[in-house]
Every structure is written in structure tokens, then in C-alpha cells.
């Protein structure tokens, strides 16, 4: 078992390399949620008069 193991990564090394790059673009390339919760606590953010960077995603 541990040797079919092993071949199977001998054998796909490359493919395990770009699927773990792949991943770990994902995991540190990914947006965090915001803590901003409601529209009040939004707009308050935006009259600070600091510069604030807006980012929409719609999942729909």
C-alpha cells in the first residue's frame, strides 16, 4: 500500500506541485469578510475622512 503510495507521487510529482500552488494562491489571494455590518457602521467608515477602498462581490 505505502509503496502505490509512493509511485503514485513519483509519478505525478508535477501535477501535486501546481494542484498545492494552486491552493495556496487561493488561501492567500482570497478577500477576508468584512466587519463592517450594517449600512450606519458604512457610512460611518466613509464621512471619517480617510481614503476607503470599496470592494462589491455579488454571488448571484
Do not use: C, K
Not at 509512493?6 to 500552488?21: E, G, H, K, Y
Not at 491552493?23 to 492567500?28: N, P
Amino acid at each position: 500500500m505505502i509503496h502505490q503510495v509512493s509511485q503514485f507521487v513519483r509519478q505525478n510529482v508535477l501535477l501535486l506541485i501546481v494542484l498545492a500552488l494552486i491552493a495556496g494562491g487561493y488561501l492567500f489571494l482570497r478577500t477576508s469578510p468584512s466587519d463592517i455590518a450594517s449600512m450606519e457602521a458604512l457610512e460611518a467608515s466613509l464621512s471619517r475622512g480617510q481614503p476607503t477602498l470599496i470592494e462589491f462581490y455579488s454571488n448571484g
